[in-house]
């Protein structure tokens, strides 16, 4: 699919205006000291002539933010309407992302000079591990993920974006609530990226491939949420039993930065089944000239080795160390994840 240069920050725009309009819709104008009137029965919350007035700007300068104009906003002014629409940090840093004029460059390739070190981390690491571009297109990944949740290199390489294959493979959706639950905690990670690589035309490809593509996903990325609480995953593997993991990611140093993706034993019965599994060390590690994945045949797992089931179902859940889930939503919208099913990486 190729989008017109018109189109090619359709996503950012939109983006943009959700979260304005999701904020002003949540906010009730009593709040403010403002009187309600005959025109808001059709516009829930405060008016963008509220938000004006509120934030000391004028409605055409703040009309123009909600429209995703290519303006110069400062960072103070756009702080300001922040402040004015009770915005999470979070969700004021990416209101910031979102408006800046030009993306850092390159920022959806995948690194080659530093691959080797990335090899070794991953093919020496005790636990699954994977990496993948800020656009979550996957890299790299250790034989344990094969084993635990998918061969990646049973994928063909064009198709290897971790939230396309999560939108897509129908064993995702065999339970509803747990694959509404999935989605929106991948999308509320996926959008912190999305805002580091605001504008970047291979963001704006993917987005408008999946909402032409996927059912309901347009509805589902103009819901604005950002997920930045820790989580943990739980795995009920067919072979394996259930397994409890504490998912931890980060950013590598270099440029272009990669995101590592480690899923470490969340409990004592995890990890001795992570350490069952058995894996020879490569004595070959010669430096190599591109990135590739690391479940190749030289790296299998020891004889007599669990084989990868047809089908690994699992579901994520939240913990917080004071209370055993973490609200990620606010007021009304907040949610306890602690039960809640879901599937997948």
């Known amino acids: 699919m190729t989008l017109g240069a018109g189109e090619l920050i359709g996503a950012r725009k939109g983006q943009i205006r959700d979260l304005l309009?999701?904020?002003?819709?949540?906010?009730?104008?009593?709040?403010?000291g403002l009187r309600d009137s005959g025109r808001r029965k059709k516009v829930p919350g405060l008016r963008?002539?509220?938000v004006a007035v509120l934030a000391q700007v004028s409605l055409k300068w703040?009309?123009?933010?909600?429209?995703?104009?290519?303006?110069?906003?400062?960072?103070?002014l756009l702080y300001r309407i922040a402040r004015t629409l009770r915005l999470l940090p979070c969700e004021a840093a990416y209101l910031v992302a979102l408006t800046r004029r030009s993306p850092s460059p390159e920022v959806t390739t995948a690194a080659s000079g530093t691959s080797d070190w990335l090899r070794?981390?991953?093919?020496?690491?005790?636990v699954p591990v994977l990496a993948m571009t800020l656009r979550w297109d996957i890299v790299a990944w250790n034989e344990l993920t094969s084993c635990v949740f998918r061969d990646y290199g049973?994928?063909?390489?064009?198709?290897?974006?971790?939230?396309?294959?999560?939108?897509?493979?129908?064993?995702?959706?065999?339970?509803?609530?747990?694959?509404?639950?999935?989605?929106?905690?991948?999308l509320g990670e996926f959008r912190l990226d999305f805002g580091r690589?605001?504008?970047?035309?291979?963001?704006?490809?993917?987005?408008?491939?999946?909402?032409?593509t996927v059912p309901d996903f347009a509805r589902r990325w103009s819901r604005v949420e950002l997920w930045t609480a820790p989580r943990a995953t739980v795995v009920e593997h067919d072979e394996l039993g259930d397994l409890y993991f504490d998912r931890v990611t980060y950013l590598t140093e270099y440029q272009p930065p990669l995101r590592?993706?480690?899923?470490?034993?969340?409990?004592?019965?995890?990890?001795r089944v992570i350490a069952s599994l058995e894996r020879p060390i490569e004595d070959d590690l010669a430096p190599v000239n591109t990135m590739r994945h690391l479940s190749a045949a030289t790296s299998t797992l020891a004889a007599g080795?669990?084989?990868m089931p047809q089908v690994v179902t699992a579901k994520q859940v939240v913990r917080s160390p004071s209370s055993g889930a973490t609200r990620i939503m606010r007021g009304e919208d907040a949610v306890s994840l602690s039960a809640k099913r879901a599937l997948g990486p």
């Open 21 to 32: 309009w999701g904020a002003r819709a949540r906010l009730h104008p009593a709040e403010f």
């Open 48 to 50: 963008r002539e509220d």
């Open 62 to 76: 703040y009309t123009w933010l909600e429209q995703g104009r290519e303006l110069n906003f400062s960072e103070e």
């Open 120 to 126: 070794r981390t991953i093919l020496f690491a005790p």
């Open 154 to 186: 049973a994928v063909p390489s064009a198709q290897r974006n971790l939230l396309k294959l999560v939108l897509t493979d129908p064993r995702y959706r065999r339970d509803p609530e747990a694959f509404e639950q999935l989605v929106r905690h991948l």
């Open 197 to 212: 690589c605001a504008g970047d035309p291979k963001f704006e490809q993917l987005i408008a491939e999946l909402c032409e």
């Open 260 to 271: 590592v993706v480690m899923f470490t034993p969340g409990d004592a019965n995890t990890a």
């Open 305 to 307: 080795a669990l084989r």
